[in-house]
T-cell receptor, first 116, second 112 residues
């Protein structure tokens, strides 16, 4: 069974630009969560999608947004990039939304975003 | 606000040693605690501990959840160089705005 895939793996942008990252969950998984990982803050939750609906959102500004498609693939978008947005963006998939019960999350390899 | 603290932040041991990594948490609605191993890529799932499953073991790795002390330990026996990684502890508080709350991780280095 293929794992979680994320594209692109590496991205370099300049301040003020916008970026779109993509995540394809494990086949059959319908929940996708996004996390930002930085050396200073560690892993921080961005948002969770299930059945094309945002279920939860972390404490990030409105410049960070996402969506999920009917095939469970998800995209996240960051507009008006800032230097501090440089990070590893990880996507995790699970069978069900976290509110449905205890379930494991499986992570993709991440997209390394560098903002110059 | 949910909080997860891991200790130590870094640890250097020799191959063959046994290590114990610690994780303590403060959450409003505990559902599960998860351990991940992260090398140069995605965190890899190791264990999930819940109120009904407080002890897990897989090969040389084992983990225990202490519900009273709100903490967990991850033990690795007979360490190998391939165990070198960052070990992340995360707590699931059941759908709150925080998602999975992660600790900063323990950077484990195994020297030959």
């Amino acid at each position: 069974k293929a794992g979680v895939t994320q594209t692109p793996r590496y991205l370099i942008k300049t301040r003020g630009q916008q970026v779109t990252l993509s995540c394809s969950p494990i086949s059959g998984h319908r929940s996708v969560s996004w996390y930002q990982q930085t050396p200073g803050q560690g892993l921080q939750f961005l948002f969770e999608y299930f059945s094309e609906t945002q279920r939860n959102k972390g404490n990030f500004p409105g410049r960070f947004s996402g969506r999920q498609f009917s095939n469970s693939r998800s995209e996240m978008n960051v507009s008006t990039l800032e230097l501090g947005d440089s990070a590893l963006y990880l996507c995790a998939s699970s069978l069900y939304p976290r509110t449905s019960g205890v379930n494991e999350q499986f992570f993709g390899p991440g997209t390394r975003l560098t903002v110059l | 606000e949910d909080k997860v603290v891991q200790s130590p932040l870094s640890l250097v041991v020799h191959e063959g040693d046994t290590v114990t990594l610690n994780c303590s948490y403060e959450v409003t609605n505990f559902r599960s605690l998860l351990w991940y191993k992260q090398e140069k890529k995605a965190p890899t799932f190791l264990f999930m501990l819940t109120s009904s499953g407080i002890e897990k073991k897989s090969g040389r790795l084992s983990s225990i959840l202490d519900k009273k002390e709100l903490s967990s330990i991850l033990n690795i026996t007979a360490t190998q160089t391939g165990d070198s990684a960052i070990y992340l502890c995360a707590v699931d508080s059941g759908g709150g705005a925080d998602g999975l709350t992660f600790g900063k991780g323990t950077h484990l280095i195994i020297q030959p």
